[in-house]
């Protein structure tokens, strides 16, 4: 790759103190040359972002929600070359590189729309009570490799609606779509108010315990949100905290086997598994069992698990070594003390490729099922009794999201309602909505993302309560 990747700081595309290579995880080739920030660097973009905050907000959400059609509209004429270089960085085909891509935009879209209207909380016997919501300031945004694209404009759409600044930092093996999208952002946006850092794990501490910064938008492993919202703590920062999951799948008996294998693959293994609300665990209850397993192996089986860039690739890589190493653990762990109906051997060849795995006959206990594997393995563990299948599903530190397959909608709904997850879908999988609230219970997560909730997040809110002058005190 030719192309010569800057960051984006006070208005100014600039190189870094140093360069870091990033690697294309089907090859693992050199994609391209990163940028790295100094310490000083990064607080130059701080106050920049700080700077341009008083003009920014100023602004009428209808002038803020103008420059987020024109970002999305500038995204979308250069999706193709975003799509490329996601599937270089990241290792997703290309088909799901621009979905990314465009989903992407239909975010910023819908922030556009947002706004946050004054409320009046109470008018009668001549008091006025009244909520209206001011922006914070300069927000940090701290994204994980897996969705380096849409993960930011979750963060970045509602930050700049409302009128905050942003420092955007990646993670330090997806750096190159967000410094691409920077440079996007350099044409169109004031001086300061969007600006991208890369690093290599050193800056994100700086952020979260950074004076002039208000709140921190994290996205990342439940490990790394504990250490920011404990850093964060010092100065009372805002945090939202999306972690990691260990989602269940409950599927009823009263649905074909076949049919639900195909669902749940999908929900399991797109994006190798990489996704925070993937589908890690399937429970299957036992008079569909065997059928669904025979099912998902066949689909398995049939994956094409190669180079994003080649047509027809149904899987690409796990996204980095250290991820194919830790996948690859649970794998060897789950084949002792289980079996493995499809996949489980690993290619000779270049790249972190692991292909479509299921395995069976697995205890609750095993770390393929009680922990969050992010990769494409997937345990299919068999359930008689729901009471006993909704305790297992719950038996867990992370509450992101869940799913539960029924044709008796009544029945599958009363399920859903007893799963301690932020989302449950029912007979769907990955219905993420920019307008829909998306958050964690337990170690999942703090906080809101998407919706009017997410948008909330990035103000606060002010109550103002008036009587007339000369109303009697009411107490
Ligand atoms: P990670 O926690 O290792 O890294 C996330 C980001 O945090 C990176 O940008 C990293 O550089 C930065 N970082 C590292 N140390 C830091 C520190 N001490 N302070 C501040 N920032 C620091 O996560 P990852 O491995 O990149 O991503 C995978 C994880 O993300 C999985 O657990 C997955 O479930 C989770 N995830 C959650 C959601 C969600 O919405 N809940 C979405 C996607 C991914």
Known sequence: MTHSFRMLIAGELVDGASTFDVVNPATEGVVAQCPKASKDQLETAIAAAKDAFPAWSALSYEDRAGYLVKLADALFARKDEFARLLTSEQGKPLDQAEYEIIGSTFVLR???????????????????????????????????????????????????????????????????????????????????????????????????????????????????????????????????????????????????????????????????????????????????????????????????????????????????????????????????????????????????????????????????VCEEQFGPVLPVLKYTDIDDVVRRANDSVYGLAGTVWGRDLTRALDIARRIDSGTVWVNQHLAIDANLPFRGSKQSGLGAELGEAGLNEYTQAHIINAVEFDAQPAH
């Open 110 to 368: 819908a922030f556009a729309e947002m706004r946050t209207p004054e409320k009046k909380l109470r008018e009668e016997g001549g008091q006025t009570v009244i909520e209206h919501r001011t922006p914070l300031g300069v927000v940090a945004s701290i994204t994980p490799w897996n969705f380096p694209v849409i993960l930011l404009m979750n963060k970045l759409g509602p930050c700049l609606v409302t009128g905050n600044c942003m420092v955007a930092k990646p993670a330090p093996t997806t750096p190159l779509t967000t410094l691409l999208f920077g440079e996007l952002a350099a044409e169109i946006l004031p001086a300061g108010v969007f600006n991208t850092i890369a690093d290599q794990n050193e800056l994100g501490p700086v952020m979260t315990s950074h004076p002039d910064i208000a709140k921190i938008a994290f996205t990342g492993s439940t490990a790394t949100g504990s250490k920011v919202m404990a850093s964060a703590a010092e100065s009372i920062k805002r945090v939202t905290l999306e972690l990691g999951g260990n989602d269940a799948a409950i599927v009823l008996d009263d649905v074909p086997a076949r049919e639900a294998a195909q669902k749940v693959y999908q929900g399991a293994m797109t994006n190798a598994g990489q996704i925070c609300v993937a589908i890690k665990r399937a429970y299957v209850h036992e008079s569909i069992y065997d059928e669904f397993c025979e099912a998902i192996a066949e689909l398995a089986n049939a994956a094409v698990v190669d180079d994003g860039t080649r047509q027809g690739t149904t899987i690409g890589p796990v996204q980095n070594r250290m991820q194919y190493d830790k996948v690859r653990e649970l794998l060897d762990d789950a084949k002792q003390r289980g079996t493995v109906l499809a996949g489980g051997e690993l290619p000779d060849r270049p790249g972190y490729f692991i292909p479509p795995t299921i395995v069976k006959d697995l205890d609750d206990d095993a770390p393929l």
